[in-house]
């Protein structure tokens, strides 16, 4: 595997890959679709259900059908549907319950994450804007706002969303974290850098800040350094794995093939 070449060319494939139009931000355990920015917009879970999202498929798909009107119904089902991959069928629930509920922003939020997901970009940003106002916005949606508007190539715009997001969390790793991948997707990696190791530092970085600032740290050669970053202070058998993930990210950085096929780790996360 080679390490050292051109940092602008090898970047250049690597963002070229699909999964970055999918917009999809990936633990090394499992995969979390683009935009889940639940917590204060998210209704009340079922404890049963919460536990197996294929159970809570299950339980919510139930319940919708049998009161498909219900708003908050709607919201768990295609919660639950988005957390076990149908995402298409997701965004089919989610839309027509903010037919019927058109002013329902947790509703309108949920919608906005499913269509990101679907990679529909500029309808989910326009819906995501239907969910907060600016006399009271929500920081979480405006990060997401921010990666879509970088899926969409608009990273000067992107960086003005997630200044505003810190401007109501300062120093927020999940926001941080954004932002540092905007600038990968700018090539300026050694921005990208500063960035995600400022949402490193803050010590309330999830798993995918260390992930993703071990491949900006690879991507520059420096492979010992993003090594030791992906598998510190974690069991040997994480860490191992997470080493093995690295290498798989940042050998297709040099593979010509790589463009078509999806590259799940490279891209940008979003609060949970």
């Known amino acids: 595997m080679r390490l050292h070449s051109s940092p602008a060319r090898s970047l250049a494939r690597l963002l070229g890959s699909a999964a970055l139009a999918a917009m999809l931000a990936t633990g090394l355990g499992g995969c979390q679709t683009m935009s889940d920015i639940t917590g204060s917009i998210t209704s009340k879970p079922d404890a049963t259900a919460d536990a197996d ?17 219900d708003a908050d119904l709607a919201l768990a089902y295609g919660q639950a549907l988005r957390a076990t991959g149908q995402r298409a069928q997701a965004a089919a629930v989610l839309e027509q319950a903010t037919i019927i509920h058109p002013g329902h922003k947790p509703l309108l939020a949920a919608y906005g994450r499913a269509l990101a997901d679907n990679g529909s970009f500029q309808a989910a940003f326009d819906v995501l804007t239907r969910a907060h106002t600016p006399e009271n916005p929500d920081w979480r949606i405006l990060s997401v706002q921010g990666a879509v508007l970088d899926q969409l190539g608009r990273h000067d715009e992107a960086r003005g969303y997630y ?6 969390v300062p120093d927020e790793p999940s926001v ?9 997707l700018s090539k300026n990696l050694p921005k990208a850098e500063e960035t995600l190791r400022k949402a490193y530092a803050t010590g309330r ?5 260390r992930q993703n600032l071990g491949l900006v740290v690879g991507l520059q050669g ?4 993003a090594e030791s970053i992906v598998k510190a202070d974690l069991p040997p058998d994480q860490a191992a794995t997470n080493v093995a ?13 790589a463009g078509s096929g999806k590259v799940p780790m490279a891209s940008l996360n979003t609060p949970d």
Not at 53 to 64: F, K, L, Q, S
Not at 163 to 168: E, F, G, N, P
Not at 176 to 184: A, E, K, P
Request: charged residues 30%; positive net charge; proline residues 6%.
């Open 163 to 168: 200044a505003s997001a810190l401007a109501i």
């Open 53 to 69: 999202p294929r159970r809570a498929v299950e339980i919510y798909g139930e319940r919708y059908r049998a009161n498909p009107k």
């Open 222 to 225: 420096r492979f010992a350094e």
């Open 245 to 257: 993930y690295l290498k798989q990210m940042l050998s297709r950085k040099d593979d010509p093939r």
């Open 205 to 209: 970085a999830d798993a995918r800040v």
């Open 176 to 184: 941080l974290s954004n932002l540092g991948m905007s600038y990968v």
